[in-house]
């Protein structure tokens, strides 16, 4: 089932700093249930490792990363599989943000 594209701005220390309503229900949260949660708290152990190891490297030298696959985890259990394309977002694209430093992902979600 095809979930459509969501997306997610976390903060330099990957805290979860703006999300779409859409995606926090989809995982089976509020909107204020994600804001200030780790990113990786809505990861499987697995993709947690690899948006460490490489994911979260690449956006810090290249400012960006076209595609990779992470496995998010619902309230419920469920595991949905996500293709994430990523971006650091420069100070004057952050709108108000009060990050020293950005990442906004968008996300395509399937289960």
Known sequence: MTQGQQRLTLSEECDIIEVDEALAGTLG????????CQFESILTKAASVLFHLSMLPR???DG???????????????????????????AAEQRGLAARSAYHLALDLSE
């Open 64 to 90: 960006k990363v076209e595609r990779m696959h992470l496995a998010l985890r619902t309230t419920e259990g469920r595991v949905l599989q996500a293709r994430v394309q990523a971006a650091r977002l420069h």
């Open 29 to 36: 949260y509020t909107y204020q249930g994600l804001i200030g």
């Open 59 to 61: 956006l810090r030298i």
